[in-house]
């Protein structure tokens, strides 16, 4: 816990909305200033401003003009939209299950999503109608169908649907289908590298396609999920409790799992399977900024999509000109992150009672 | 305001309750009672709304519970659950502002004054106000509850379910929140169900209770009339004695435990535990009696183990001879709390005791009797110890019967002796302690036709004929 000083300095919420705020956009700027090739901040603001505001500004450099929109922009953005998705999701489902524990990865949703993408890489499947939207989608209902069949599972096996089980079903699940994505891979021939590479998680050399492809699903799931934060704190007290307080309880449930798959469906589709950021983010929001989702749900966009972009930025400039997998690098620091949380949980359990 | 007919269902595993029908009128506090496993819990699950049922109805304001949405619902009803559930360190305000969401309107819902000032409000009614930014994980049972009450009084509902709402509380919040309930539902028109396990709290606050076993409603009606001594430990199938409350006319509840069976079957009070010295007469059970008496420690009725009849000089006079008393009990190693005393100033030899017995029966008695001066009143003090089991008629029965064995001895020694007959019986200061060891054959009455009440009749007339007579030698003596 916070000394009660900065509890209540942090808990100015417009405070928290700037500094989140200028901490994405700084994030932002230094993921597309640092690389190989260094690109000043004045000269990013000047290109970007002369991209949107369609006019012939004086003096910009026309290769670190390609660069900033070619390469670094797509690629912040893409990280920022899967960072922000991962992240809200994460938050949902927390409060959701009631539980700081649970994260699209831990239910498996991220698992189910994989084999998704896996299947439409490994048959090349492209779907009549959405096309080029084949693996997203897929994604997605793959996503979706993993959500359902946790929570049947978890109900056939404890009625009450304790979240232990909800989570320990979601990781047996989760190597479950992790098997069949070896033996996918095991039987593939040169989809190979495309596979694995997409596995690792990855947000380069993505260009703005895959821009167009998440953008659709994380508004739609940011609305939903925005349009759901009352509801939120309801259920965090217990769906019998939040059914009381007036909250129709089955659908808006219904609701925020189908568009926190949504979210999780779209994000695994775009990037790859990138763990921890829809676990370790919503709970430091929470740490600091406290539990109502009113306020926790954006705070995580901002944050999570921050941290994603600076992620991403380690991952290619720390063993230059060679690229570590973004999920590398959130894994190196959220795992631990993870045990800080499990440790403090046990603790203050044991001490409640 | 509510009406259930009928009602049946449970859950999967099978029926729970089996044809319930009830009405609970506006403005009630109604409380449902029964067993672990009656199914009182499941009954007030059903009418919230969180429990489908599978046959009869459940009408709220004339209309069938399920045409209700779920926020009609939590306007017209407010729930405090058991166990509130936090797995997030909300504050308590963003706790009881949760109340608010039924009223709200819209997808990105507003919040307006009204809603402030309610929530205010609220948290002013339930005494939370200083907590409010404090977070509810922080919070102990007691206030965690008194946070859940306000989140429920925030919804402002019609009707107020509760499970078990003492539960948490310790005893001065256990009132304060059933007063508070009770003068809600006087004042704003509160209807208020309530399972209660507390049958005594229940008997106090509720103007009618449910009595529930195995499913099933076995009565409702008033306090006095469910909480009958034999129903309940039918119910409960235990042993409980049903006490009338001291200050209100409301029925309670009281157990009684398995007897210890530590005690000698034959023990008897008799002159073995009497200690007659210069200035008391002193009789020290080894166990508590059940006793009523009318002495300055331990009045009333209640359980002694010391009885002390202290001598005090004739000048003796004291504003506050209670609290002297219980000094003097004191110094002289008594527990004021486990003591019978009383005062007299007749020197203690001339003091009268006697074992009587008949068949099974017997009884103790002490008379200290003096007749004193012509202008000081008379005062006889009488302990009668019976070494029985009594039932509270008999205490009563007892000290008539002792009174009048008395007045018959004044009667006979004043008629025949001093010529002023009747004047001396002006102001009397006499006292009586009836004790009774309650073990052994149970004794229903002690009137002057029972075999108790001759023995008493004749006991009390011997001693304290010995005593009187004792007493004027003595005076006699002293004046030569």
Aim: hydrophobic share 45%; glycine share 10%.
């Amino acid at each position: 816990m916070q000394k009660p000083f900065i509890r209540t300095f942090l808990n100015n919420k417009g405070l928290a909305y700037i500094i989140s705020t200028a901490f994405l956009i700084i994030s932002m700027l230094l993921g597309i200033s640092i690389g190989t090739v260094s690109i000043p901040v004045p000269a990013i603001i000047e290109i970007i401003g002369a991209e949107i505001f369609r006019f012939q500004g004086q003096g910009i450099d026309s290769m670190h003009e390609s660069i900033v929109m070619d390469i670094r922009l797509p690629r912040v953005l893409l990280a920022g939209l899967v960072g922000a998705s991962l992240a809200i999701a994460g938050a949902a489902f927390q409060g959701l299950l009631r539980n700081p524990l649970a994260d699209p990865y831990t239910l498996g949703i991220s698992s189910g999503a994989s084999i998704g993408a896996v299947i439409t890489l490994f048959f090349g499947i492209s779907l009549p109608l959405v096309g080029a939207f084949t693996l997203p989608v897929l994604s997605i209902l793959f996503a979706f169908a993993t959500v359902l069949f946790v929570l049947f599972f978890a109900r056939r096996v404890d009625r009450l649907l304790r979240v232990e089980t909800i989570i320990l079903t979601g990781i047996i699940l989760s190597s479950f289908l992790g098997s069949f994505i070896s033996l996918m891979i095991a039987l593939s021939g040169e989809e190979l590298r495309q596979i694995i590479g997409w596995l690792l998680g990855s947000v380069s050399m993505r260009g703005w396609e895959y821009i167009k492809i998440i953008f659709p699903f994380f508004i739609i799931g940011l609305v939903i999920l925005l349009a759901n934060t009352r509801e939120l704190n309801a259920m965090s007290f217990g769906e019998e409790r939040a059914q009381h307080l007036g909250v129709n309880v089955e659908r808006r449930k219904l609701l925020i799992l189908l568009s926190g798959s949504l979210l999780t469906g779209s994000a695994v589709a775009v990037s790859g399977t990138i763990g921890f950021v829809g676990l370790v983010i919503p709970h430091l929001t929470r740490t600091v900024w406290g539990p109502d989702h009113r306020h926790l749900l954006p705070l995580s966009v901002l944050i999570g999509s921050g941290f994603l972009i600076l992620a991403d930025l380690v991952s290619r400039t720390i063993i230059a000109p060679s690229e570590l997998p973004i999920g590398v690098i959130t894994a190196l620091i959220g795992a631990p992150i993870f045990a800080l949380i499990l440790m403090r949980n046990r603790k203050e359990r044991s001490a409640g009672q | 305001m509510i009406t259930v007919k009928n009602l049946t269902g449970g859950y999967a595993g099978g029926e729970v309750l089996k044809g319930i029908s009830f009405e609970v009128c506006e403005g009630e506090l109604f409380g449902i009672l029964g067993p672990n496993g009656s199914g009182k819990t499941t009954l007030l699950k059903m009418i919230s709304g969180a429990l489908n049922f599978r046959e009869g109805s459940i009408d709220v304001e004339g209309r069938p519970l399920t045409q209700y949405s779920p926020k009609q619902l939590a306007r017209m009803m407010a729930v405090l659950p058991q166990h509130g559930e936090q797995a997030f360190p909300y504050s308590v305000k963003e706790t009881v502002s949760l109340g608010r969401y039924a009223h709200q309107k819209g997808w990105f819902n507003s919040w307006h004054d009204e809603d402030e000032q309610i929530v205010q409000k609220v948290m002013e009614q339930t005494g939370i106000t200083r907590l409010q930014d404090k977070s509810i994980v922080e919070l102990s049972g007691g206030e965690k509850q008194r946070v859940f009450l306000a989140q429920a009084l925030a919804q402002q509902p019609r009707i107020l379910l509760l499970d078990e709402p003492t539960n948490h509380l310790d005893l001065s919040f256990q009132k304060e929140l059933l007063d508070l309930l009770k003068k809600w539902a006087a004042e704003e028109e509160l209807t208020v169900v309530s399972i209660f396990h507390d049958l005594n709290l229940a008997s106090l606050y509720c103007d009618r209770l449910l009595l529930m076993e195995n499913g099933e409603v076995l009565i409702v009606d008033t306090p006095a009339e469910v909480l009958k001594e034999e129903r309940i430990k039918k119910v409960y199938k235990t042993q409980i004695k049903n006490h009338p409350h001291p200050e209100i006319a409301k029925p309670q509840l009281l157990l009684v435990p398995e007897a210890d069976g530590g005690h000698d079957a034959d023990f008897k009070i008799d002159a073995r535990f009497l200690d007659v010295g210069q200035d008391r007469i002193v009789l020290q059970s080894p166990m508590n009696l059940r006793t009523m008496s009318s002495g300055i420690t331990g009045a009333g009725i209640g359980w002694h183990s010391s009885f002390v009849h202290r001598v005090v000089p004739m000048e003796y006079d004291c504003s506050d001879h209670k609290a002297e008393m219980a000094e003097y009990l004191q110094e002289n190693g008594f527990l004021p709390s486990e003591t019978v005393g009383m005062m007299t100033a007749v020197p203690a030899e001339t003091a009268s005791y006697q074992l009587f017995e008949d068949g099974d029966l017997s009884i103790f008695i002490i008379v200290s009797a003096g007749n004193t001066h012509r202008d000081r009143p008379r005062n006889i003090n009488t302990w009668l110890f019976i070494n029985g089991k009594i039932s509270e008629e008999a205490f009563i029965q007892s000290a008539m019967t002792a009174a009048e064995a008395k007045i018959s001895v004044l009667n006979e020694l004043e008629g025949s002796g001093a010529g002023s007959a009747g004047q001396s019986a002006g102001i009397s200061t006499d006292s009586i302690c009836i004790a009774a060891i309650q073990q052994g054959e149970s004794i229903a009455y002690a009137g002057t036709a029972t075999p108790l009440g001759k023995l008493i009749s004749e006991g009390i007339y011997t001693c304290t004929k010995e005593a009187i007579l004792k007493y004027r030698s003595s005076k006699a003596a002293f004046k030569h």
